[in-house]
């Protein structure tokens, strides 16, 4: 049983590491490719329309040339940015109209590539399984080149486990409790967040992407 207020604790902590995401504005282009990875592997989930996606897309096109942006060049940097190019054919034209003017069967008809040029640009691979893979190996990077932050990639992992994916590497479970213990146990969550990091650097240990 969690300690009364879970609601709100949500709330707050979501806002805090939120804020803490956004508060170093040179890394705004890789945060934004996080989120944008992200997005494209829950659209196989529906857990957003297609125009979350192409929100998104738009967000780190625009950062793309912007002076000062962080990079660290490192090869699922390169792979994310790759597959922002190779979803320009599909999705570039449409994601710089207002998405309200975007028809949903023009949304629709994009779906599928969508869904599945991410995990094969990512991972080298697609199939079935390969979003929810996706997902979880970009937060985890994300998480071990500083972009994203522990509680917000455990949180992202934990919340698919509504949809009982296929979890080879057994990720759910921990990061369900981690997340937890990280809402609901304040005095803890510098332990809490190191303990994550360690769950997913040894995920990224055992996975075989990139399949080369």
């Known amino acids: ?91 570039g034209a449409m994601a710089v109209r207002p998405v309200e003017e975007v028809p949903f069967d023009e949304q629709g008809a994009v779906a599928a590539d969508v869904v599945s040029i991410p995990p094969q640009v990512v991972l080298g691979q697609a199939g079935p399984g390969s979003q929810f893979d996706l997902l979880c190996w970009n937060q985890a990077n994300s998480v071990a080149e500083g972009v994203q932050r522990p509680y917000r990639a455990a949180r992202a992992i934990a919340a698919e486990g509504f949809h009982e994916p296929v979890d080879v590497f057994g990720l759910i479970e921990p990061m369900t409790e981690l997340t937890e213990r990280y809402e609901d146990r304040p005095q803890e969550r510098p332990a809490t967040a190191a303990e994550i990091v360690r769950v997913l650097d040894e995920y990224r240990a055992a996975a075989p992407w990139p399949v080369r």
């Open 1 to 91: 049983m969690r300690p009364p207020g879970v609601r709100q604790r949500v709330q707050e902590v979501g806002r805090h590491e939120l804020a803490l995401v956004e508060s170093r504005p040179q890394w705004r282009l890789r945060v934004r490719l996080t989120t944008l990875i992200d997005v494209c592997a829950r659209l196989y989930f529906d857990d957003h329309p297609v125009s979350v996606v192409l929100k998104r897309y738009r967000q780190v096109d625009a950062l793309l040339a912007e002076p000062g942006q962080a990079r660290t060049g490192t090869d699922f940097e390169a792979r994310c940015l790759r597959c922002v190019e190779r979803l320009r054919p599909v999705i």
